[in-house]
């Protein structure tokens, strides 16, 4: 029969290819090399450039600072002192307004498809990466919008005169003044050492934005391909200088939903997945592991003080009291993290234990309202950022009991969110009312908490959204970074936080913990206590041999006072 | 037949006139300047704006903003995406394959699973298999896409670990984007891993391919069933019983056959719903595909990649409309007249 032939020669066929690809399937030997010597990372969102200098984005800085690049200097894990990096030593003069850097000789940038180089790292790499910054009149100074926001933020322009090549190997700073966290700054995520030869050999191309894009630089891996929204593919660099690198592959797998990570990981499609949820199931697993760091973070809820009736420090005192702030630890940050009392966290050296603690009292909101003329209520926009963030595990449930806190003192309170590139664009241009957002330190000088945060010259940059500017404030930020005596820049910074509490231009909500949830078989701390993650000590290992219990934070930050001079 | 291609074509082509007016029309019902949701360019520069003002006529009457707004699209000018700031014909070009890919998947699960069971329940007509084959059929056509999703993850992906839960392939493998069909990058790719590579996109495409499946394999089972019961009555079959034929020679000689060709229409029929079905596991798998990327647009507000996004999807569906009504004509001399 010739029908009853097709079919029998089509399920012989059908059978022959199932079974066909299940021996491919079994010959497990390579693709157990390609999974052992790769990594895939579920990370949070889409960073927007490859540029650390032009941002200031906890998520950007993840996927870009410590995979791609390196600084002069960086801070030890141990103790956040400051330690060399492509700057084997650095000096400084006595009046602390010179500092010179003498550079290591073995530096290699990338060698990538879109890109060369044909010489090693040198001071002209440094003078390119600063002078961009720096010297508004520079060729690459305004490619990719001329922004530079921590730099801004910390007056980066007035502090340093000039940067100056004194031979291949040297190069010199010259401050304007002394300031005590200079080497902290270019200790951080942002100070990052790009190539001059590369963008000597993209202006001639005439193709200068590929310089923040297609990134070259020194770190342990380079970038291979990037889809927004989708992934970041890194290739190991071979010639790290640092140390030899065991990971081939990594792979950033772009999954802004924390739900579908979780799912990610039980099914083992992640190896890493940043700010896990359902804590306790990680623990419990035994293939996975959770780590903790404490890291160094507030999450707030901040008010637009341009809009009305948010103008009016009364209408914001009396949300201060009509919010259940103890709730919302308990819920949003499972009992993780410590009520933040004010800007600072209490491990930072410049914290002073008086600020009072805020009264949860709609009594007392009811009366605020009242004296300040809104007793029937009124109607205001809450921005809630779509990401998690350490300092905001779910901003969009935390702005719901917000929501549920003010209907009790005649508050109707709208939840407006976007895609964070969008939410971050849309909030610089000043739409909202008010936002949960955060803030993660760079370094460990305090200062990085009220520079970036409150500043009148923040307001333009990227992190004040609060639009708060009072020239008291400036001030006192000033007089501390000018000294370096401790006991006197405590005092200047008690009373810049006394400033705070009384105008309240942001209510902190809580200092927290970051956590990471991975496999069992990746090894090597990839968590840091401050600025980005790092992958350059990461490994994989064939089977894991038993199976930690407990949380184990990998690093503490002990001693603050150390690093801050 | 000529009657019949020249009366499509005519439908096709006022559907899609009908279908750009809507599309044009939304640049005018969307909050914002109508040039920016045409174009998409939020932070032109005046001069920008003024050559795009040219380009799309903003100025000059509707009419010859429609005309233009049409001249756009056939250049391949679907205006920049307002949130990732990349061409939204790109974007679809990248896209569309991928979900082709996964409906097509679907389509050919639900018919080898559809078919034949809807063909057996017909001959066993009244007994139990018949009405085993119903039961499941109403089951599968009343469990919600979504749920069954979550589902489908959560027992395959998380609890047994068989299949993966999300994406079409392991992002481990670097298979370079040559024709957007995933299986097709893969055979021409030259990655050392090309077989590892084949088998895990085939794990991949499993769960969202069966879950978007099913509802349509229960409309294919009771489609077959009364497709089959109605040509097992004709006369024919009669006759060919009466001539002595064997039971299994009436079924795979004429029954199937003439069974066959009913089908055809209602499987082009079943392709809408199966694309807004995959639209819907797109999002639960994260899986690239068209319909993840509208449904991600429209929570950001982004008008030109809703636009240009609907307009290219229900082309699409309209375009299967129209080659399985030909398929069908071709297929069944006695269609071409209706």
Partial sequence: MKLKDIFNTLIKQTLFIVIGLN?????????????TKSLVYCSEGTPETFNPQLVTSGTTIDATSKQLYNRLIGFSPKDNSIVPSIAKSWHITRDEKMITFYLRKDVQFHHTDYFTPTRNLNADDVLFSFNRILNKNHPYHFVSGGKYPFFQTVKFKSLVNYVEKINDYTIRFKLNHPDSSFLTNLATDFSVILSAEYADFLAKNNNKAFIDSHPIGTGPFKLKDFRSGSFIRFYRNENYWQHSVQLDQLVFDITPLNTSRLTKLLAKECDVISYPIAHNKIVQHKDFNLDSVTSFNVGYLG????????????????????INFQAIINIIYSDQAQLAKSLLPESSWAHTDNSAEREYSLKLAKSLMKIAGFSEGFTMDLWAMPIQRSYNPNALKMAKLIQQDLKHIGIKVNIISYEWNTFLRRLSLGEHDAVLLGWSADHPDPDNFFTPLLSCAARFTSGNRTFWCNKEYDKLLAKALATTNLKQRKEYYAKALAIVND??????????????????????????????????????????????????????????????? | MLMFTLRRLSLFFFTMVLLSILSFSLSYFFPGDILINLSGEVNASPERLAILADQYKTNGSILNQYIHYIIQIFNGNLGLSLSSKLPNSSEIANLLPATIELSLSALIIAMFIGIPLGFIAAIFHRRQIDNFILSFAIIGYSIPVFWLGLFVILIFSIQLGWFPSAG?????????????????????????????????????????????ALAPATVFIRLARSAMMEVLDTSYIQAAKTKGLTF??????????????KMVRHIGLQFANLVTFAMITEVIFSWPGLGRWLIVSIYQRDYTAIQSGLLVLSSFIFIVHIITDFIYAALNPLARDN
């Fill in chain 1, 503 to 565: 105008e309240l231009p942001l209510i902190p909500i809580a200092h927290s913990k970051r956590y990471q949830a991975r496999i069992n078989t990746v090894k090597g701390i990839i968590l840091q206590p401050f600025g980005g993650i790092d992958f350059s000590n990461a490994t994989k290992v064939e089977k894991v041999p038993q199976k930690q219990t407990s949380i184990k934070p990998l690093t503490r930050v002990k001693t603050i006072t150390k690093s801050a001079h």
């Fill in chain 1, 23 to 35: 021996l491919c399937a079994c010959n497990y030997d390579d693709e157990n090399s390609i999974h």
């Fill in chain 2, 248 to 261: 299994s020679q009436i079924i795979y000689r004429h029954a199937i056959r003439n069974a066959l060709i």
């Fill in chain 1, 303 to 322: 008010f637009n003080v341009t809009s009305p009736p948010f103008d009016n420090i009364l209408v914001r005192k009396a949300i201060s009291h009509a």
């Fill in chain 2, 168 to 212: 079409n392939i392991s992002l481990l493998f670097e298979i370079k984007q040559l024709t957007g069909f995933m299986f097709l990058d893969i055979l021409f790719s030259s990655s050392p891993y090309k077989w590892q590579a084949f088998t895990n996109a085939l794990t991949h495409i499993i769960l969202p391919a069966s879950v978007i």
